[in-house]
């Protein structure tokens, strides 16, 4: 390593690697964009204490990639880092840990004489020379003006299936031409402001051509853009054949990356699965199980105390089972859409049992009784006193977010060039809320509300969303009310960012520290939960507040305020009356940033699915609400 030069650049969160900027992702520095690099780059050689466990997210990981056999994910790995590498910079072990990053866009501009032209140009030094301050790491032009620094030209080109690549400056500015005065000429970017449209001059320095950005936006401009190259530059491939649009789109928009992720609750083991469940989840500690030997072996030690709640000869024969259908697995029988793991079944099965199951290291929960006023709305409320989540990144798409239910809709791009027995993961711990509506009030309010016209507007809103979708187009004939979540679920997720934004303005919370799971089920399987949990590493989700507030009389007074609070909002009456109608195609009725909106972060779905009028009355239609008239503020 050379002694003005270091590797690092900068620091990320674990779960910034997973939902802001991960494998694939462009990472926006002080100075210049990186690029996090694919699996192959990465490495954890010589560290310990990387994997997770989690057998439940393991199994979902497998099937939502349809990987079997020998190709199954087997580890779920944090993020490479060691300790120290802080407080002794230098240290060149601690310097080669870390996530790989690669610069991109790759092509430069000067910030004083506008020189625009590749990072390989000899133009150009990177300075990294503080092992103290990676942050500062930069380009600087050697030009006349002393060394001025060199961002990164923020035009990339991204297509619908997920490829990135570089602007094609240099063809762009000669129209799709060669250069005739040099064959790798260097060009300046003139950025000349403006507040209608981007009004960026390239100009070749060689032979004098000019041309405008603007002759690449927008529809009229994707004439001028060269086909889609196929490339994939965090893997270094390119695929051959790519029949998409180019896009031309600004480094670091938000749609330039959406992570595909998978979050499971650890519960407790022999308490939420049958035996072939427990087996397929549980499996890489299982699968030597194959006789009554092995079996006493094994349920005699504490960690698999668990398998004594079990027949052995059933679970040996769950085990045979098992591995027939692994080996017996044929590529054909992986070809179809792929099917959503159901990960809530299990958390809701645990979450709602009576009596509660005995705690772990990693659940713990605990009933409170209900308060007097909110009986005829909560069937049950509990505190779940401890809790780990799981996380793991299975991919990304580009310019349409992958959705949950409907996997098909947007086109997944790889982690890696080849197969790899892992995905990045990273756990958080803290404590939680859940609380169970009444499945009766639930029941009669869904009937009443299937024919209202409100509920009807946020059907056909949905529809239209996926009909306009621009990943749709390539998947053909579909039903447009696929993943429809259901009228129950409108309900419940409003309720849950109700008790958010109540709880971080009440009780001091960030709502971006606290998560939900809303347990909605479908027709053939009801379900009526909320679960509002800290979600994020640090001593706020840890040290008791949250459970607390399940406790009387906070959690009335929490409850009633939400509800208080959601009858009136800064923005009505616009937000009051707002819904969906053709052909607008947003999903959302009667909530904005001032009353139902949380962090992004914090809701499963984008905030999305959200109208509060479902909850309180708003001078419309009182029937459609579902709090019992005595909560009503």
């Known amino acids: 390593m050379s002694a003005n030069y270091y590797r690092r650049v900068g620091a990320a969160r674990p779960s910034h690697l997973m939902y802001t900027a991960g494998v694939g992702a462009l990472i926006d520095l002080p100075n210049f964009s990186v690029l996090v690099k694919g699996l192959e780059s990465w490495s954890h050689s010589g560290l310990t204490d990387y994997v997770i466990d989690e057998p439940r997210l393991r199994t979902a990981v497998n099937r939502s990639l349809q990987l079997y056999g020998a190709a199954q994910i087997n580890e779920l790995r944090s993020a490479p880092w060691v300790e120290g590498a802080d407080s002794s910079p230098k240290d060149a072990a601690a310097q080669a840990v870390g996530v790989p990053v690669t610069p991109f866009p790759q092509w430069l501009r000067c910030t004083a004489c506008n020189l625009l032209a590749p990072i390989d140009a000899e133009a150009f030094t990177f300075v990294n020379n503080n092992p103290r301050t990676p942050h500062e790491a930069?380009?600087?032009?050697?030009?006349?003006?002393?060394?001025?620094?060199?961002?990164?030209?923020?035009?990339?080109?991204v297509c619908i299936t997920g490829h990135l690549d570089e602007f094609p400056y240099v063809p762009f500015v000669h129209h799709g031409n060669a250069c005739s005065k040099a064959p790798r000429p260097l060009l300046r970017m003139k950025d000349h402001g403006g507040n209608q449209a981007a009004n960026v001059t390239l100009e070749c320095v060689a032979c004098g051509e000019q041309r405008n950005i603007r002759d690449a936006m927008g529809e009229r401009g994707r004439r001028n853009l060269p086909a889609c190259r196929g490339r994939h530059p965090h893997l270094g491939t390119y695929e051959a054949g790519c029949a998409e649009e180019a896009t031309l789109m600004v480094a670091g928009a938000s749609n330039q990356w959406?992570?595909?992720?998978?979050?499971?609750?650890?519960?407790?083991?022999?308490?939420?699965?049958?035996?072939a469940e427990l087996v397929e989840e549980r499996w890489a500690e299982l699968q030597n199980v194959t006789s009554r030997v092995v079996f006493d072996a094994f349920a005699g030690?504490?960690?698999?105390?668990?398998?004594?709640?079990?027949?052995?000869?059933?679970?040996?024969?769950?085990?045979?089972?098992?591995?027939?259908?692994?080996t017996g697995k044929k590529a054909e029988d992986t070809a179809g859409p792929v099917t959503p793991?159901?990960?809530?079944?299990?958390?809701?099965?645990?979450?709602?049992?009576?009596?509660?199951?005995?705690?772990?290291?990693?659940?713990?929960?605990?009933?409170?009784?209900?308060?007097?006023?909110?009986?005829?709305?909560f069937a049950d409320v509990r505190q779940v006193q401890r809790l780990r989540e799981a996380r793991a990144l299975i991919g990304f798409t580009r310019l349409d977010a992958p959705d949950p239910e409907s996997p098909e809709i947007a086109t997944p791009v790889r982690l890696s060039r080849t197969s790899q027995n892992w995905v990045p993961a990273s756990e958080?711990?803290?404590?939680?809320?859940?609380?169970?509506?009444r499945e009766e009030l639930m029941a009669e309010w869904e009937e009443r509300m299937r024919k209202s016209p409100a509920m009807q507007a946020h059907r056909e809103a949905f529809a239209r969303f996926r009909t306009n979708r621009k990943s749709d187009r390539l998947h053909g004939p579909f039903d447009p009310m696929r993943g429809w979540p259901g009228e129950r679920y409108l309900a419940l997720h409003s309720?849950?960012?109700?008790?958010?934004r109540t709880i971080?303005?009440?009780?001091?919370?960030?709502?971006?520290?606290?998560g939900e799971r809303i347990y909605a089920g479908d027709e053939d399987n009801p379900?009526?939960?909320?679960?509002?949990?800290?979600?994020?590493?640090?001593?706020?989700?840890?040290?008791?507040?949250?459970?607390?507030?399940?406790?009387?009389?906070?959690?009335?007074?929490?409850?009633?305020?939400?509800?208080?609070?959601?009858?009136?909002?800064?923005?009505?009456?616009?937000?009051?009356?707002?819904?969906?109608?053709e052909p607008a195609d947003y999903l959302h009725g009667a909530a904005c940033h001032v009353c139902l909106f949380v962090s992004e972060t914090t809701c499963e779905r984008g905030n999305r699915f959200l109208d509060r009028r479902f909850l309180v009355p708003l001078g419309d239609e009182t029937d459609q609400v579902l709090t019992p008239i005595s909560l009503r503020p």
């Open 504 to 514: 971080s303005l009440e009780c001091g919370y960030s709502s971006a520290s606290l």
């Open 138 to 157: 930069k380009f600087v032009h050697d030009c006349k003006r002393g060394k001025p620094l060199a961002v990164a030209a923020r035009f990339t080109l």
């Open 428 to 437: 958080v711990r803290g404590e939680g809320i859940f609380l169970r509506v």
């Open 301 to 326: 030690t504490p960690v698999y105390a668990y398998l004594k709640e079990y027949d052995a000869e059933a679970l040996i024969a769950a085990v045979q089972a098992h591995q027939d259908r692994l």
């Open 495 to 500: 309720l849950s960012h109700l008790l958010i």
């Open 527 to 581: 379900r009526t939960g909320i679960l509002i949990y800290t979600a994020v590493p640090d001593s706020e989700g840890t040290l008791g507040g949250l459970v607390s507030l399940a406790e009387d009389p906070h959690f009335e007074r929490i409850v009633r305020r939400a509800l208080r609070d959601a009858s009136r909002c800064s923005s009505d009456p616009l937000c009051a009356e707002r819904l969906p109608h």
């Open 258 to 275: 959406f992570p595909m992720t998978l979050s499971a609750l650890a519960l407790p083991p022999g308490k939420n699965a049958d035996l």
């Open 341 to 377: 793991p159901d990960l809530l079944s299990p958390e809701w099965a645990v979450l709602s049992s009576s009596p509660v199951p005995d705690a772990t290291d990693d659940f713990a929960l605990e009933e409170v009784t209900v308060p007097d006023r909110l009986k005829d709305l």
